[in-house]
């Protein structure tokens, strides 16, 4: 049932905490600096062989796998793809030995996810499935795979699950790292920044009363525009997607940087910016690109860490959040957009958990 919450979409948002502590349960290994998954069905010979990843998936899905890009790049220095499952069933890409494909998808029902999936396998390569629903299609149809244990997610609008493949898939990153370069320290830091996010995410959700707040001011808008950096932008992406789906209003996610070459174009007084500007080494850069909009008179919200005087200058309204550790900051920073897209549209009167056009799972192609 809904409990306190009024939408099963904030529900699920409020979730979250609990959530991704589910994801990560008896997965990591303190002793070996590393993660574990009960069902690869992998030999760590087979894993070790794997010099190549492909992700792939739709929607929220597939920006959850743009965040893993990064993440397994970074930890285990493998070239990773990220490919709408749409595009790569009908393409005809170059699959060598030792690719290994990766199905993202919370229902593990979507049509274009499991035609993906079946095209790969038809081709002879392992592949395994990211997924939330326990004896779907894809779980079943997989090689191995790894469940998020969310449980049910109701809303149209994914919230926990992305949060949930994004905590699997720094799991992952981890794990695949640790049998490549990732010393036994930089694994055992990872670790313990991972233990700390349920109780992080906790306090990134006490800025409901905020958004709410900013949401009451730009309801009105009708268009708005995500920007972000590096982890950020595939968070920047997410927050459009919301926004378009429950509020019906037109929303672009885009790398901060990309602005000035060409949908700057866009920015005026009536077409509020989202920057997502939570501090790290890129923070001074997506400062200038805030100041690119300014000077153009577009509203600003920000959405940063407590106490970063410099975006508060810039900002027209800040939306603070914890600090944490770069690769871990779409898990703290996509909590705010989730909000915001959830106020926005209750603003507007719209059926926030059964949006038109949509349904939970796209099973048609
Ligand atoms: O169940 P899946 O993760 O495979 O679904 C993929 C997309 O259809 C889904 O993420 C969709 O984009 C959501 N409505 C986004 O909130």
Known sequence: GLGRFEHYMLKEIFEQPQTIENAMRGRLDDEEATAHFGGLNLTP???????????TGC??????????????????RLPVEVEY?????????????????????????????????????????????????????IAREADGGVYLHAGPEVGVASTKAFTSQVTVLTLLGLFLGRMRNLSYQAGQRIISHLRSMPEVVQRTLECNDA???????????????????????PVALEGALKLKEISYLHAEGYPAAEMKHGPIALVDRDTPSIFVVPRGHIHPKVISNMEEIKARKGPIIAIACEGDDKVAEIADDVICVPDTEEFLQPLVTAVPLQLLAYHIAVLRGCNVDRPRNLAKSVTVE
Not at 59 to 76: P, R
Not at 212 to 220: C, G, L, N, P, S
């Open 45 to 55: 010979q087979q894993l070790r062989r794997i010099n190549r990843i492909v992700l």
């Open 59 to 76: 929607g929220t899905s597939w920006h959850a796998g743009l965040v893993g890009e990064y993440l397994i790049e970074e930890f285990a």
């Open 85 to 137: 499952a749409s595009e790569l069933r009908y393409r005809n890409p170059p699959l060598a030995e030792g690719t290994m494909v990766f199905a993202i998808t919370q229902s593990g029902e979507t049509a274009d996810t499991l035609a993906a999936m079946r095209e790969c396998k038809r081709k002879g390569l392992p592949s395994l499935a990211i997924c939330n629903v326990v004896g779907s299609t």
């Open 211 to 233: 958004v709410r707040e900013v949401a009451e001011k730009y309801f009105q808008a009708r268009n708005a525009l995500y920007l972000g950096r590096l982890y950020n932008f």
